[in-house]
């Protein structure tokens, strides 16, 4: 067995000076050139074997393979290996006493000197983190309590870990980029600097070719764009996102996976993952086809408004001119004339209420009566009338029911307090049109007009364009009785 002996120092500063001339015996024991080392302390003597345990020489030895230090009872450092020296940018002789500790802030200070205690009694780590030069380190620190002979301290290793955060770092990163690109509603392509796709979330999977993984962008997704005809390209778009330049808002149409065409509103931003330079770009795709449903409806509407309101005019003008061959005097023009464009805007303003869809007939006629059925005392009944109609159905019950109207309550059953006004559905003719029935009893004697008025010619006329549609007008003693059939084309349903 080769033994190495050590007389150990009775001062700090000798056992310093004698470690610092051991470094070439501490190559020899770590090369395996030396079994044992026997440390002399006046007269006594320790022998450390380098097959012990954790509190054993080997230990601290092994240590100091990877940086290490030793430090005494009072913190002050002792030894300092040349692998410390480089990690730490410093000199053994800059690192000495209380100089190492000045290389950390409050904060790491107070964790250095933690573990410097808690080490005296058992084996603890901590984690401390340094600037050195331009960049930010990260350290383990692991402290094992030594034994020097007569003096006793703390070894502690110092393991650079900076690249293992800053791998896990750049995995959290990736993580939280995945997380967010997966979350995100709108389709998201990711490309490199060459074009090439090298992620994407579900919702672009669903527009892009299979497998876009690795092809191009323009090989992944097919864009066409309408207003620069074969003067744009996807491969465009990607380059000058690449190369620095972002591109926004541009309408384009992008023909998916299932054939269909899908509107889209293309966006690209260069991708800077570090520094300043331009690692690819990011593509977001925004599907328009809500949108532009909702412009070709509005489009649709317009045109439709557009249509309604020259159809208006022109039966206000059929209207004006009707009821002024009709009547004698200005007044009695004026009277008749305001009355029938009230009931048109009545029935226009219900449409609009409802947006111009599922008018039901009860709500027509309601307008209608309305002035009336407070003074009624129940002498209005309307049955079976809760039946939506078109647009075009709904003008022309407006009109029908604003003559009847007038005609009852100037000579019929709504003229006197006894009469009673009865409007219900009877059922479906053979040919699908709806039948309407308004009976009036119960009013004065009623005899039929001996000259056709434009009240009677508008009712006759106003359902009689379609098949099946029309009215029949009776002018029984009894009272007056309408049969109304709203033809099929009406489109109305209960």
């Not at 901590?126 to 070894?155: C, K, Q, W, Y």
């Not at 994407?200 to 097919?222: H, L, M, Q």
């Not at 249509?307 to 008749?336: C, G, P, W, Y």
Request: one cysteine or more; glycine letters at 8%; a negative charge.
């Amino acid at each position: 067995m080769t033994v190495v002996s050590l007389v150990s120092a009775l001062t700090r500063d000798e056992l310093e000076a004698r470690l610092y001339e051991a470094e070439e015996t501490l190559r020899a024991i770590r090369e395996g050139e030396i079994d044992a080392v026997v440390i002399k302390g006046g007269a006594t003597e320790q022998v450390f074997t380098l097959e012990g345990g954790e509190q054993s020489y080997r230990t601290f030895m092994e240590a100091m393979d990877i940086g290490a230090a030793a430090f005494d009872r009072e913190g002050q450092l002792i030894y300092a290996n040349q692998a410390l020296c480089t990690l730490l940018d410093r000199p053994a002789d800059a690192l000495s006493g209380q100089a190492l500790l000045g290389l950390f802030d409050p904060v790491n200070q107070t964790t250095f000197r933690r573990l410097l205690t808690q080490a005296l009694k058992e084996r603890q780590s901590a984690e401390i983190h340094v600037r050195i030069g331009n960049a930010d380190r990260s350290f383990l620190l692991t402290g094992t309590p030594i034994d020097f002979g007569i003096v006793s301290g703390v070894a502690i290793t110092f393991t650079d870990i900076s690249e293992r955060e800053q791998s896990a770092a750049a995995k959290e990163s990736e993580r939280l980029a995945r997380s967010i690109l997966a979350s995100a509603n709108e389709a998201v392509i990711v490309c490199d600097r060459a074009g090439n796709v090298t992620h994407i979330n579900a919702a672009a999977e669903r527009i892009c070719a299979e497998a876009p993984i690795g092809k191009s962008f323009e090989d992944a997704i097919e864009l066409t764009f309408a207003d620069a005809t074969e003067l744009m390209s996807g491969a465009d778009i990607v380059a000058m996102a690449a190369s620095g330049t972002p591109v926004q808002g541009l309408e384009a149409a992008v023909k998916t996976s299932s054939a269909d065409v899908t509107d889209v509103l293309i966006s690209a931003a260069p991708l800077i993952v570090s520094g300043d330079r331009t690692q690819g770009c990011v593509v977001t795709l925004i599907n328009l086809s809500q949108r532009k449903a909702a412009e070709r409806r509005q489009a649709l509407l317009m045109g439709e408004l557009d249509h309604r309101v020259k159809n208006t005019l022109a039966m206000v003008l059929a209207i004006s001119a009707r009821t002024a061959s009709h009547v004698r005097t200005i007044e009695d023009f004026q009277k008749s004339f305001a009355g029938r464009i009230q009931a048109l805007a009545a029935t226009h303003t219900l449409l609009s209420n409802a947006s111009w869809e599922n008018l039901q007939i009860k709500d027509v006629l309601s307008v209608e009566l309305a002035p009336y059925t407070t003074l009624s005392g129940g002498r209005i009944t309307m049955e079976g009338l809760d039946i939506a109609v078109d647009s075009k159905t709904a003008v022309s019950l407006g009109l029908v029911f604003h003559e009847l109207t007038t005609n009852a309550v100037k000579y019929g059953a709504l003229s006197t307090r006894s009469g009673k006004l009865s409007v219900r559905r009877v059922g479906l003719a053979e040919d699908g049109a709806l039948l309407i029935e308004w009976e009036e009893r119960d009013g004065p004697l009623v005899t039929a007009p001996t000259k056709s008025g434009f009240g009677q010619t508008l009712i006759s006329r106003s359902l009689g364009s379609g098949p099946g549609g029309g009215t029949k007008l009776e002018f029984l003693p009894t009272g007056v009785v309408c049969q109304i059939s709203i033809p099929k084309y009406g489109h109305f349903h209960s």
